[in-house]
């Protein structure tokens, strides 16, 4: 099993940048695909990020890509979501989470979720 805590959001104008981080416990952080997600006010949580186990490897949402850089830290068992020319349509809860299996762009293929981080871009 692995735990998750989310860290780094907060209220930010459009154009801003902001630096989401995801603290893993577990010895076997490097063995899971890990997700970034986010839940808008009265919508269903969606996509954004992954970075698979492979280091190098991310996908991106098509709305966050060139904008949004998704990293990894297997030392610190730490996950990063760099967000830049923020929107204010990137409003809402960000959500880190961890599946050992294949990696997906739904949520329910993740059993691991941290307790998510505000992310609110004013215009």
């Known amino acids: 099993q692995v735990q998750l805590v989310e860290s780094g959001g907060g209220l930010v104008q459009a154009g801003d940048s902001l630096r989401l981080s995801c603290a893993a416990s577990?010895?076997?952080?490097?063995?899971?695909?890990m997700g970034w997600f986010r839940q808008a006010p009265g919508k269903e949580r969606e996509f954004v990020a992954v970075v698979t186990t492979s280091v190098d490897t991310t996908y991106y949402e098509a709305s966050v890509k060139g904008r949004f850089t998704a990293s990894r830290d297997n030392a610190k068992s730490t996950v990063y979501l760099q967000m830049n020319s923020l929107k204010p349509e990137d409003t809402g809860v960000y959500y880190c989470?961890?599946?050992?299996?294949?990696?997906?762009?739904?949520?329910?293929?993740?059993?691991?979720w941290g307790q998510g981080t505000q992310v609110t871009v004013s215009s």
């Open positions: 577990g010895r076997t952080f490097s063995k899971y695909n």
């Open positions: 989470a961890a599946t050992y299996t294949s990696w997906s762009t739904e949520p329910n293929y993740y059993p691991y």
